[in-house]
C-alpha cells in the first residue's frame, strides 16, 4: 500500500515553504484509488482551503480526453488514422506552411503534404503554438492575435510552421482534432466528451462549461515572481463563447481526473463502463512517432507563461494523444508510461507496467516551474517506491 504520510508531508511542506500555492495529489491502481490529499488555499490572498472537490484548469491535459473522443470515432468506423485532415475540414487543406519573413511581413508557401489524422495526435502535423515558437508569435503580433487565447483566432488561416510529418512540434492539432470530432459527431466536443466519456466514467464534475457552483470550487491562477514568492496571475486566457478547446478546455477535479487515468490503465473501461476498446487503449499507449524528431529542449518565447523544457535524458516516443517513456527510469517510471501536463503546472503519468496512475495539481504559471516539477518528481519517487516495494 502507499505511505499517505509520506506523500502528505511532501507535499505540506510544498505549501508550507511557499512552492506551491495549493496542491492535489491523487495515486490510482486498477482496483481503485491508492491515495488522495488536498493543502494550501484556493488563492493566496484568501483563506479558503483547497479540498478534493476544488475545480482546476486542466489545460493541455484535456488533450488526452479529445484523443479518446478521436480514437472512439476510428473505433465506430467514422475517422481512419492516415486519412487526411483536410477531408474531414476542408479549411485545413488550405493551410500554408511560414517559412520565414521578408521585412515584418510573413513569408507563406504550401505544404509539401497534407497532415493526417495520426499526425493531428501525435504533434507531427506542423502545427505550432505561438508560445512555443518565436516565429508563430511574431505572426501572431503582424496579424493581431492575442496569443493568450484558446479561441478560433488560434486556428482561422493560422499558418504551418513546418511540412507535416517533418518533426515534433507542440501546438495546436488536438484543437483541431476537436474539430474533426465535433465535424464527424454532430456534436460540439463538449456535448460529445460528456456523452461519451465523462457520464459513463462517472466524471461528474469535468467540463469545458463549468457552472456557477464549479466556478466557486475553482483554484485561483498564480504567478511566480521574480523573487520566487506567489501572488495572484494577472494573466487569464480567452476563450470564444461556444468554441471548445480540445487541447486546454476542459476543467475538472483531481479525483475525476483519476476515473480518466484508471479507465485507460484498464485498457479502456471501468467499473463496467467501456470508453476504448482494449486494442485502441494499446495502439494509444504505441509510439507512432515514425522517426519524427523530438526537441531535445521545448524553448519558451512567452516566459510569462512557460519556462524551457528540457526533454528527460531517456529515449522517448509520442503515442496517439500523450507522451511515452521508451526505457525505465529507475526508481521513477517504467517504459510504457504515458504521461504529460497542464500548463498551469498540472503533471500525470499512467504506468501501465507498475499498475499505477498518478497526477499533481496546482494552478500557477509559468509552466514547469522547478519547485512544481520538484514536488512532482518527489511525488513520483514516493509513490514508485511503495508501490514496488509492496
Avoid at 493541455?60 to 484523443?67: C, E, G, P, Y
Avoid at 508569435?137 to 478560433?152: A, K, T, V
Avoid at 461519451?196 to 457552483?213: A, R, W
Avoid at 470564444?240 to 473501461?269: H, N, W
Wanted: glycine share 12%.
Amino acid at each position: 500500500m502507499i505511505d499517505g504520510n509520506a506523500i502528505n508531508q511532501l507535499l505540506e511542506n510544498a505549501v508550507a515553504g511557499g512552492a506551491l500555492p495549493g496542491v492535489i495529489a491523487v495515486v490510482g491502481d486498477r482496483d481503485g484509488t491508492l491515495y488522495e490529499g488536498a493543502f494550501g488555499h484556493l488563492s493566496v490572498d484568501g483563506d479558503e482551503p483547497v479540498r478534493m472537490d476544488t475545480m482546476l484548469a486542466l489545460a493541455s491535459m484535456t488533450k488526452a480526453i479529445a484523443s479518446v473522443a478521436a480514437l472512439q470515432l476510428i473505433e465506430q468506423g467514422q475517422l481512419e488514422l492516415e486519412q487526411t485532415v483536410a477531408s474531414v475540414l476542408p479549411a485545413f487543406g488550405e493551410l500554408q506552411v511560414l517559412e520565414g519573413f521578408d521585412g515584418d511581413t510573413p513569408r507563406l508557401r504550401a505544404p509539401s503534404r497534407q497532415a493526417s489524422i495520426r499526425q493531428l495526435l501525435t504533434h507531427t502535423s506542423g502545427l505550432g503554438y505561438a508560445f512555443g515558437n518565436a516565429d508563430l508569435l511574431r505572426y501572431y503580433e503582424f496579424h493581431g492575435i492575442d496569443p493568450f487565447s484558446l479561441g478560433h483566432a488560434m486556428l482561422d488561416g493560422v499558418p504551418l510552421v513546418a511540412d507535416p510529418g517533418t518533426r515534433w512540434e507542440y501546438g495546436t492539432s488536438t484543437d483541431w482534432l476537436g474539430q474533426v470530432v465535433q465535424a464527424l459527431s454532430g456534436q460540439d466536443l463538449a456535448a460529445y466528451c460528456e456523452q461519451h466519456i465523462f457520464t459513463p466514467l462517472g466524471m461528474t464534475d469535468t467540463t469545458f462549461t463549468p457552472s456557477e457552483q464549479q466556478s466557486a470550487r475553482m483554484m485561483a491562477l498564480h504567478a511566480r515572481g521574480p523573487d520566487g514568492g506567489l501572488a495572484l496571475s494577472p494573466l487569464q486566457l480567452s476563450s470564444d463563447p461556444g468554441f471548445f478547446s480540445g487541447g486546454a478546455g476542459a476543467y475538472s477535479t483531481a479525483g475525476d481526473y483519476l476515473r480518466f487515468m484508471r479507465a485507460l490503465l484498464r485498457g479502456g473501461e471501468l467499473d463496467g463502463e467501456r470508453i476504448l476498446a482494449p486494442e485502441t487503449t494499446e495502439l494509444m499507449f504505441s509510439d507512432h512517432l515514425n522517426g519524427a524528431p523530438l526537441p531535445e529542449v521545448m524553448r519558451s518565447a512567452l516566459p510569462e507563461l512557460t519556462n524551457d523544457v528540457p526533454a528527460l535524458p531517456v529515449p522517448q516516443g509520442w503515442g496517439l494523444g500523450l507522451n511515452l517513456l521508451l526505457q525505465d527510469i529507475p526508481g521513477m517510471r517504467r517504459a510504457g508510461t504515458g504521461s504529460w501536463a497542464g500548463l498551469f503546472n498540472c503533471y500525470y503519468w499512467i504506468d501501465r507496467a507498475t499498475g499505477v496512475s498518478a497526477a499533481i495539481f496546482t494552478q500557477l504559471l509559468p509552466f514547469f516551474d522547478a519547485r512544481t516539477v520538484q514536488s512532482m518528481l518527489e511525488l513520483n519517487g514516493a509513490v514508485f517506491g511503495a508501490v514496488e516495494g509492496s
